[in-house]
């Protein structure tokens, strides 16, 4: 059984960082490419940054290139997300997700159950 369990968010100011984390299980983690999207309230669920299987390709939605950075520890089964330079509208639920293969955004087959980031003003 997948599962996937975030962890690392909360409550931070405008301009402030935090680090979000994602632990795999019941998968061979080094064959999955990883995602983060968030879903804000009354919103879609959004894309935000993807890496390949292998950690050497990373895919960023255009409204956080620059502040938020993935990264994975295949030897971990874990994967990151470091956000920086928190604006009030990066406020959302985050989501971790596995997709096997190759990061297809419409593909993501196993999802985590969230993790609330509010980003205060």
């Known amino acids: 059984q997948v599962q996937l369990v975030e962890s690392g968010g909360g409550l931070v100011q405008n301009g402030g960082s935090l680090r979000l984390s994602c632990l795999a299980s019941g998968l061979h983690f080094g064959s999955y490419a990883m995602g983060w999207f968030r879903q804000a309230p009354g919103k879609d669920r959004d894309f935000v940054a993807a890496?390949?299987?292998?950690?050497?390709?990373?895919y960023y939605a255009d409204s956080v290139k620059g502040r938020f950075t993935i990264s994975r520890d295949n030897a971990k089964n874990t994967v990151y997300l470091q956000m920086s330079s928190l604006k009030p509208e990066d406020t959302a639920t985050y989501y971790c997700?596995?997709?096997?293969?190759?990061?297809?955004?419409?593909?993501?087959?196993?999802w985590g159950q969230g993790t609330q980031v509010t980003v205060s003003s």
């Open positions: 997700a596995a997709v096997y293969g190759d990061h297809v955004p419409g593909n993501y087959n196993y």
């Open positions: 890496i390949s299987w292998g950690g050497g390709s990373t």
